[in-house]
């Protein structure tokens, strides 16, 4: 499995009833290859991790979609968190539960959010969500409610939670959104330490200093097409980027970062 994508999309269309969410979409991304998928609001990125995460299904047209982890089509739930954390937005706020931090982190083992009764917790799975706190600096929040964290700190909890089942890559959804300036370099300074672990990172995003100095590659989406893909020093310029958000800007790196205004 060393040379197969660990993500494959090939020739993919999605429709929203008379809507056209993806159109023709063909892209591979490998085992270390930390990727970020950039693009305005509408550009596609939504609904290309909706049919990663199988809510939403490809058009069976010629020619023949294909959507493929690792070489294949069709996983169990369970295997497939092995090899893909996907961590978005409405997966935090509903991760928001009157449950603690640990029970949260632990839940990552079951498919769930919370422990249920017939939940068995072993010293294993104990080891491994204390192993993860700490490498997401929440450790002193383990007993803490959910309901009662702040925006960065949930986004950690939920991470860690992503992260029991050790997956191959995490995906992240608009990793910044509702973060103040703290939290959101918080965040970014873990996910560089995950990427550093041997961890690939995917972010999907329309707000380029999340693209952390590990990810090199950028795919751009827009109005459901490919658009763009490449490096960053190729793709992140001020012309290609003026095009992809019909607006003109400026580009500016600063210590691996980019900034757009």
């Not at 009833?17 to 023709?24: A, I």
């Not at 809510?55 to 893909?84: K, S």
């Not at 072993?122 to 959910?146: W, Y």
């Not at 707000?207 to 893909?229: H, Q, S, T, W």
């Amino acid at each position: 499995m060393d040379n197969l994508p660990l993500v494959e999309f090939r020739n993919v269309t999605v429709d929203y009833g008379s809507l056209r969410g993806l159109y023709d979409l063909s892209l591979a991304i490998h085992a270390g290859e930390h990727t970020a998928i950039l693009g305005p609001n509408g550009s596609g990125k939504s609904t290309f991790l909706k049919v990663l995460m199988r809510e939403l299904y490809p058009r069976l047209i010629e020619p023949q979609p294909v959507v493929r982890v690792l070489g294949r089509e069709r996983w169990r739930l369970f295997d497939l968190r092995a090899i893909l954390g996907i961590i978005t937005n409405d997966l935090a706020e509903t991760c928001r539960q009157p449950n603690t931090v640990r029970e949260t982190v632990l839940s990552g083992f079951f498919g769930s959010i919370g422990l249920w009764p017939n939940h068995q917790v072993t010293p294993a799975m104990e080891a491994k969500a204390d192993e993860l706190m700490k490498l997401l600096e929440i450790t002193h929040l383990a007993d803490r409610s959910m309901t009662a964290m702040s925006s960065g700190e949930l986004r950690r909890a939920v991470v860690a939670r992503a992260l029991v089942n050790e997956p191959q890559a995490i995906i992240l959804d608009e990793p910044s959104n509702s973060l103040d300036i703290h939290a959101a370099r918080e965040l970014r300074r873990i996910l560089r330490r995950l990427a550093q672990s041997g961890i690939t990172i995917v972010l999907v995003t329309h707000f380029l200093p999340d693209i952390i100095p590990e990810i090199d590659r950028v795919v751009c989406l827009k109005r459901g097409r490919l658009f763009a893909e490449g490096t960053k020093r190729e793709i992140l310029r001020a012309e290609t980027l003026s095009t992809l958000f019909e607006t003109p800007v400026d580009v500016m790196e600063t210590s691996g970062y980019y900034h757009m205004w």
